[in-house]
């Protein structure tokens, strides 16, 4: 079982930035593919980025590449989303989600193990 933690939402201006955190419980958390998903408001949930748990090995929806970056710090059981050059479309509830070795697929939801509760991201224009 692993828990997710979302953390570092907020409200900024277009063309700021942001960084979110998502902690996870437990000791295995090296062994996971993490992933990254958004749901703009009135919209379906979609995928945003994915670090894969066998490597520095990183995928990104077409609409964040050039702005956002994944990492992760297994030391510290933690993913990162670090956000620039925000736009107004991407304001949304954004997720992180665990998937256990996962190597292919990582942009599908069904892919994903668990969830994090999210946390709210608004940029203003």
């Known amino acids: 079982q692993v828990q997710l933690v979302e953390s570092g939402g907020g409200l900024v201006q277009a063309g700021g930035s942001l960084r979110l955190s998502c902690a996870a419980s437990?000791?295995?958390?090296?062994?996971?593919?993490m992933g990254w998903f958004r749901q703009p408001p009135g919209k379906e949930r979609e995928f945003v980025a994915a670090?894969?748990?066998?490597?520095?090995?990183?995928y990104y929806a077409d609409s964040v590449k050039g702005r956002f970056t994944i990492s992760r710090d297994n030391a510290k059981n933690t993913v990162y989303l670090q956000m620039n050059s925000l736009k107004p479309e991407d304001t949304a509830a954004y997720f992180c989600a665990a998937a256990f070795r996962l190597e292919s697929g990582m942009g599908r939801e069904a892919s994903y193990d668990y969830w994090g509760q999210g946390t709210q991201v608004t940029v203003s224009s």
């Open positions: 437990g000791r295995t958390f090296s062994t996971y593919t």
């Open positions: 670090i894969r748990w066998s490597g520095p090995i990183t």
